[in-house]
């Protein structure tokens, strides 16, 4: 059974840090782009980040450009989202997301605020 589990959310002050892990467990972990996206209340879900089994990186929206880096872990089948000198427009639900044999498995989203 695919699944995917985020963890590593909570609150934070503007300017400070934090790391988003997700979990991957029903799959072949390596062949398949694992991605990041986030969903602020009362807005879309947006792409935040892909990482595919080689390490390629998908283009960051430029409200995240050179501040959240993704990353992955083959052999523990996770990856990470590293986002630095956070804002509160980063506050949001986000979301691990994979595709596999054409249907999508998301996470459960975890919260991340920004505040002071």
């Known amino acids: 059974q695919v699944q995917v589990v985020e963890s590593g959310g909570g609150l934070v002050q503007p300017g400070e840090s934090m790391r988003l892990t997700c979990t991957a467990t029903?799959?072949?972990?390596?062949?398949?782009?694992m991605s990041w996206y986030r969903q602020p209340l009362g807005k879309e879900r947006e792409l935040v980040a892909g990482i595919t089994s080689t390490g390629i990186v998908t283009d960051y929206p430029e409200d995240v450009k050179g501040r959240f880096t993704i990353s992955r872990d083959l052999r523990r089948k996770m990856i990470h989202l590293q986002m630095n000198s956070l804002k509160p427009e980063d506050t949001a639900v986000y979301y691990c997301?994979?595709?596999?044999?054409?249907?999508?498995?998301w996470g459960q989203g975890t919260q991340v605020t920004v505040s002071s």
């Open positions: 029903g799959f072949t972990f390596s062949n398949y782009v």
């Open positions: 997301k994979v595709r596999v044999l054409s249907r999508e498995y």
